[in-house]
T-cell receptor, first 112, second 114 residues
Framework: GNSVTQMEGPVTLSEEAFLTINCTYT??????LFWYVQYPGEGLQLLLKATKADDKGSNKGFEATYRKETTSFHLEKGSVQVSDSAVYFCALRSFQGGKLIFGQGTELSVKP | GAVVSQHPSRVICKSGTSVKIECRSLDFQATTMFWYRQFPKQSLMLMATSNEGSKATYEQGVEKDKFLINHASLTLSTLTVTSAHPEDSSFYIC??????????FGPGTRLLVL
């Protein structure tokens, strides 16, 4: 079946450090891929998405590229801020089905 | 982006009572709405999927008589936790999708059953 695997957290970085959160997926067909962010005590916000291979999603300095050959959608940011501290969820939605399938989430903590 | 609201944001109730949570899509028509449950430090667990005007589809292991879902219009879905017990305490998140790929999430409702 379809699944999403994220790197385990928590990830702790200093402000202005480079961020990578790995995400790999297993899916039949050509899924759409998403990154969502959840700030403490809140729901999920869509951060970025990509709907086909080689697409790059970007928002607020975050980027992720849909790599079909490696079945990956790693999240990157060149310079993190304290305000980026949150839990990040990678997700996929299969072409046929309607359900979002989430990874387990990766907690990011950015220290000043 | 599209906005999804939930009400209430927090609710405390006594064991045995029922609690209703509303989910609204504020600036788009949601053909499909989803209800999730999230335990602390964990990912979201899909409870059910509902399409406007039809019965909800529940995930395996979710009691449909306990978690009543109504999707009466293209902008409103409700989740009623019936005869709530302390083990039902959790963070409930709704999500809405218009005709397309992207799902938008509400801010969540924290339920505490005493």
């Amino acid at each position: 079946g379809n699944s999403v695997t994220q790197m385990e957290g928590p990830v702790t970085l200093s402000e202005e450090a480079f961020l990578t959160i790995n995400c790999t997926y297993t899916a039949t067909g050509y899924p759409s891929l998403f990154w969502y962010v959840q700030y403490p005590g809140e729901g999920l916000q869509l951060l970025l998405k990509a709907t086909k291979a080689d697409d790059k999603g970007s928002n607020k300095g975050f980027e992720a590229t849909y790599r079909k050959e490696t079945t990956s959608f790693h999240l990157e940011k060149g310079s993190v801020q304290v305000s980026d501290s949150a839990v990040y969820f990678c997700a996929l939605r299969s072409f046929q089905g309607g359900k979002l399938i989430f990874g387990q989430g990766t907690e990011l903590s950015v220290k000043p | 982006g599209a906005v999804v609201s939930q009400h209430p944001s927090r609710v405390i109730c006594k064991s045995g009572t029922s609690v209703k949570i509303e989910c609204r899509s504020l600036d788009f028509q949601a053909t499909t709405m989803f209800w999730y449950r999230q335990f602390p430090k964990q990912s979201l667990m899909l409870m059910a999927t509902s399409n406007e005007g039809s019965k909800a589809t529940y995930e395996q292991g979710v009691e449909k008589d306990k978690f009543l879902i109504n999707h009466a219009s293209l902008t409103l879905s409700t989740l009623t936790v019936t005869s709530a017990h302390p083990e039902d305490s959790s963070f409930y998140i709704c999500s809405a999708r218009e005709a397309g790929v992207t799902q938008y999430f509400g801010p969540g409702t924290r339920l505490l059953v005493l």
